[in-house]
């Protein structure tokens, strides 16, 4: 029933734009969601100190996981399951699912740092679940 809330708020299709899905999210108290195949929005923009939260909204099992040669030097690497590395949050996955968010499951982190930070879905990765998140500030 949730799902269906959801898809209902950003019109199920690639027609509504990521201001109107981000809007459906906000609602929902978590910045983007996780469709079946997909984050939405799959681009964000925030400020330095904000704090993004996932929330799977699929019914499907998702990761969040940054790449690690995608984010700033200076940051803080971030993946659902709380791993240190890229390496770490892959291999957790293919050994027992580690990182695994179930449809309801969220996850948060805290951008400290401006840049480009880039993410992907593991189990998804090449489906094309992947996504961005734009730091701006100081």
Not at 31 to 56: C, I, K, Q, R, Y
Not at 91 to 103: I, P, Q, S, Y
Request: glycine fraction near 14%.
């Amino acid at each position: 029933m949730y799902r269906r809330r959801f898809l209902a708020r950003v019109g199920g299709g690639a027609t509504v734009g990521a201001s109107a899905a981000l809007a459906g999210c906000l609602d929902e108290g978590y910045d983007v969601g996780m469709t079946a195949d997909g984050f939405v929005p799959d681009e964000l923009t925030v400020s330095v100190g904000d704090t993004v939260v996932w929330e799977n909204t699929s019914t499907r099992n998702h990761t969040v996981t940054a790449y690690e040669g995608g984010i700033p030097d200076e940051a803080a690497y971030f993946a659902s399951g709380g791993f240190d590395d890229e390496r770490t949050a892959r291999d957790a996955w293919h050994d027992d699912f580690g990182g695994r968010l179930e449809n309801g499951d969220r996850f948060s982190h805290t951008f400290e740092v401006p840049g480009r930070y880039d993410y992907v879905c593991i189990p998804h990765e090449f489906g094309g679940m992947y996504a961005t998140v734009f730091v701006e500030g100081e």
